[in-house]
């Protein structure tokens, strides 16, 4: 449908009534004037007549063509008006402005046969006589009661013809005027209607544009005004209701930002409506640009797309455990319900996951643990019980063997207790490390690298290897001086006891500006570099047959790096092998 504007809707009808009335009310007025005017002419024309009747009755009764004649033609001179006067035939006596004897009969003029039917005949016509448009008006000339002639008068119509085209011409003048006049005022007070509209206009576009604060102006105009209160509180709702919605969302937003858990959901056509950082992050995706994708497009594990297809297929919550492969692979817990829209229809499918790799890790080192310590533990017991036994069926007969079997009892119990022994240190290092409840307090480094150097002096001079120290004074930590003893004669007794004898270890202990280095420098096998990733791992050694050997329990590392830990420091080995090695702790400084 054509649109136009209010005004040219109603405004051309309007102005066409305008017109109408107007020339309605001219066509009335002219005709009610032409009548009047028309009446008063033939009213004096009657006047006139039947005075003229009175002069002439008498000659006309007796039939005196010659005297009616001239009567006629000096008072048709005196009143400007045209006189006839004819006989009861319709022949002409006497006309003011012919003479009677050329004139036809006038029997059959419509005005004179009224006239001499009684009644005063009126007629317009135009007059071959005197070839112009005449008013006529006869009377009837009777002596008792018989009808003996008439009078006619008679005037030029064309004077009143030019006065009322005069009345018509200022009929339209004035209709114009009027109708300019009224079109200008109209549109002024259509102005007065379309701007309040216009300016509803506007504000409806502001509220459609989202401008919801702005305010409609309220006009004096009680329709209009009833609207735009109804716009405005219209757009008062929306802005609560709408304000209302964003707030439920950035709440909703927030929630699942900070949420650990990876969440996704899905349309049924496997389509992402929304996923949090977590789940783009776990899955490798880019937030911004996955929404409305399928999710086989943006996440690539297949895995995964079995999991959703599941989920998506089924009424029912679904869970997995899923193996996203990579380097490494990576593990993930994924829980699969229905998204339901507002009438409670399934709509697609939520998917919560979880990073379940540091849970399996732990898992698997656990599990790696225990099979580990039972192995530790295994070898010992075994020797042991088979000395006591061999002891006990009598199989050392010699004294000496006896001797041999007990000290091979001894060996073993005393490489039970340091693996037991170091098994509970780490035990308990852990539990105050995950427990935050290692105690430490200001101490000097140095002397805890000095006391820890008095207590290896021994088994390194049986291992006949030197050991040299050069440490700075004043080096103060936050320490826990049992502790970091602990991990410094761990690091001396590797260093002794994978050096060769009469080699040397240089210990040093140094500052920079935010932290305190202790290295333990040794000269001897040196590890290769495959080994130094997994080194401080428990149980985790280069050469077992040796570490053994040696009294190692491989746990030793370990303990390090979880006192360093505790320490909030770091531990970091240097090795070449064949030339040896260099274990620096590095622990935060205080200044
Ligand atoms: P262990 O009780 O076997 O010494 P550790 O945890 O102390 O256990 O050390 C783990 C392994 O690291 C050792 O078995 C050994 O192979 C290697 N290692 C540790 N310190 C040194 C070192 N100073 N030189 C060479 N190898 C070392």
């Given at each position: 449908m054509k649109r136009r504007k209010l005004v040219w809707n109603v405004f051309p009808y309007y102005l066409a009534i305008i017109i109408l009335a107007l020339v309605l009310a001219a066509l009335y007025a002219s005709s009610e004037i032409r009548r009047l005017y028309f009446d008063e002419i033939t009213d004096a024309l009657e006047i006139r007549a039947r005075l003229i009747l009175r002069r002439v009755a008498d000659p006309l009764a007796a039939g005196d063509g010659a005297t009616i004649d001239s009567l006629c033609k000096e008072l048709g001179q005196l009143s400007q008006t045209r006189i006839t006067v004819v006989d009861r035939e319709g022949r002409i006596l006497g006309d003011s402005d012919q003479d009677p004897a050329v004139m036809e009969n006038h029997a059959q003029r419509p005005e004179i046969m009224q006239a001499l039917a009684g009644t005063v005949g009126t007629e317009i016509r135009f007059s071959n006589t005197l070839q112009t448009t005449m008013i006529y008006v006869a009377v009837p000339a009777d002596t008792d009661g018989a009808i003996i002639g008439a009078v006619r008068t008679a005037n030029p119509f064309t004077a009143a013809e030019s006065a009322l085209a005069a009345l018509y011409r200022k009929l339209l003048l004035n209709g114009l005027i009027i109708t300019v006049v009224a079109t200008l005022l109209s549109l002024f007070l259509f102005r007065r209607i379309t701007r309040p509209l216009a300016q509803l206009q506007q504000g409806a576009t502001a509220f459609a544009d989202g401008r919801l604060a702005s305010r409609l102006a309220v006009t004096n105009i009680e329709e209009i005004a009833v609207l735009a209160e109804s716009l405005n509180l219209m757009a008062g709702n929306l802005a609560s209701r709408i304000h209302l919605i964003e707030q439920q969302r950035n709440e909703l937003e927030a929630i699942l930002a900070s949420m650990s858990e990876g969440v996704i959901a899905l349309d049924a056509n496997e389509n992402v409506v929304t996923l949090n950082q977590t789940a783009a992050t776990l899955l490798e995706?880019?937030?911004?640009?996955?929404?409305?994708?399928p999710i086989h497009e943006v996440a690539r594990f297949a895995t995964l797309h079995d999991f959703i297809g599941r989920a998506l297929a089924g009424d029912r919550p679904v869970e997995q455990e899923i193996v996203l492969t990579g380097e490494p692979n990576r593990y993930l817990h994924a829980h699969g319900s229905g998204l339901l829209d507002a009438e409670g229809r399934r709509v697609g499918v939520v998917v919560v996951i979880n990073d379940i790799t540091r849970l399996k890790r732990l898992e698997n080192v656990r599990r790696d643990f225990v099979a580990n310590v039972s192995h530790e533990l295994k070898t010992p017991i075994t020797a042991i019980a088979g000395a006591a036994e061999t002891l006990l069926d009598?199989?050392?007969?010699k004294p000496d063997d006896n001797r041999k079997f007990l000290e091979m009892i001894i060996r073993h119990t005393a490489r039970l207790n340091s693996l037991v022994e170091d098994l509970m240190s780490l035990a308990r290092l852990e539990n105050e490390t995950e427990g935050g409840k290692t105690r430490l307090s200001s101490g000097d480094v140095a002397a805890v690298v000095e006391s820890s150097v008095l207590t290896c002096r021994q088994i390194a001079q049986t291992r006949e290897v030197i050991i040299e120290v050069a440490a700075d004074k004043n080096l103060m930590a936050q320490i826990n001086p049992v502790q970091l003893e602990h991990a410094l004669i761990n690091l001396i007794d590797n260093a002794t006891k994978y050096s060769a004898p009469g080699s040397t270890i240089y210990m040093a202990a140094t500052a920079s500006d935010n932290e305190i280095i202790v290295s333990v420098q040794d000269h001897g096998c040196g590890i290769k570099s495959v080994h130094l990733p997994r080194l401080?791992?428990?149980?985790?050694?280069?050469d077992a047959a040796r570490s053994r050997h040696q009294?190692?329990?491989?746990?030793g590392l370990a303990i390090v790096k979880h006192v360093v830990q505790a320490h909030n420091g770091r531990v970091e080995v240097k090795s070449t092998l064949g030339s040896g090695s260099t274990f620096s702790i590095y622990l935060p400084r205080l200044v």
């Open positions: 995706i880019d937030p911004t640009g996955a929404q409305g994708h009598g199989g050392g007969e401080f791992e428990r149980f985790y050694r280069v009294g190692g329990t491989g746990l």
